[in-house]
Every structure is written in C-alpha cells, then in structure tokens.
C-alpha cells in the first residue's frame, strides 16, 4: 500500500510538472532595453508595447528550453543607467541582486515568476521591489519623526 501511495504521489508531481511546462510555453515577459527604446527605463502601461511572448531558444547552452520567469537588469555605468527587460531561461528569483564590474559598472538583477502586477503587466514591467520597500520605509519612518 506504501508502494502504491508513493507511485501515486510520483505520477502527481509528474503530471503537475507537465501541465506547468505547457503553460510556461505561453509566458510573457516585457522585452526591451531602454538602449533602443527610452521607454524601457519607464514604468507602467507605456511598457505594455513590449508585452511579448517568450521564444523557445533555438541554440546555445539552454537550447530548447522554455522561458521560467522574467528578469530586469539594471545597469550603472557612472552617469549612464540602462534598462534591460527580458525572458529569463535559468536562475532563480531575486530582487534587486548587486553585482559590481570592471570599470565602475553596477548591475541590479531582478528575476521573477510571471505574476502579472495590478497594471496587468509581466513582473518585470513594475519598478523593483526594494525601490518600492525603500519609499515605504522612508515615508513610515517620517511620520515617527
């Protein structure tokens, strides 16, 4: 009976993976770089025209996979900063992850499942979350002073 239980939690998971994979064939993401298009640095329904579909990839290290979530990176260049929103084919989700390179460049990673936010837009169309927990924090902070 232990053999049976475990077989059909296993074919559960199974079946639960499928299903997640099919609907991971129809993920969204917003897809731009404000280096091409100012609009990418914004926020809100003017990012909806870059709502698009997440390609199979078709070559490289992850070739055939399907799209798992949705990434933001910015990018810090001394007085440059650029936007770049796109479909995310690995790594986990993260808010607003530093990373520092040569030549004073600053990258903020941002990754996420695709919940759509209250604009109906893809995650990765709404201002990080530690910019909105920052101004939160600011504004609580000013009221007790």
């Known amino acids: 009976a232990l053999f049976a239980l475990?077989?059909?939690?296993?074919?559960?998971?199974e079946h639960g993976h499928e299903q997640e994979h099919h609907e991971n064939k129809h993920l969204h993401c917003?897809?731009?770089?404000?280096?091409?298009?100012?609009?990418c640095a914004e926020t809100g329904a003017v990012l909806a025209q870059f709502n698009?579909?997440?390609?199979?990839?078709?070559?490289g290290a992850f070739n055939g996979a399907e799209a798992i979530g949705c990434r933001k990176i910015l990018q810090r260049t001394g007085?440059?900063?650029t936007v770049v929103r796109q479909c995310a084919y690995s790594g986990e989700n993260v808010d607003g992850l530093r990373k520092t390179g040569n030549s004073g460049i600053t990258l903020f990673y941002y990754q996420c499942d695709n919940?759509?936010?209250?604009?109906g837009l893809p995650c990765n169309g709404s201002p990080g979350f530690s910019l909105v927990a920052s101004a939160l924090v600011a504004v609580v902070a000013r009221m007790f002073m």
């Open 6 to 13: 475990a077989a059909l939690a296993c074919a559960q998971q």
């Open 30 to 39: 917003v897809q731009c770089t404000s280096e091409d298009h100012s609009d």
């Open 52 to 59: 698009k579909a997440c390609p199979k990839l078709h070559s």
């Open 79 to 81: 007085d440059d900063h």
């Open 115 to 119: 919940a759509p936010g209250a604009d």
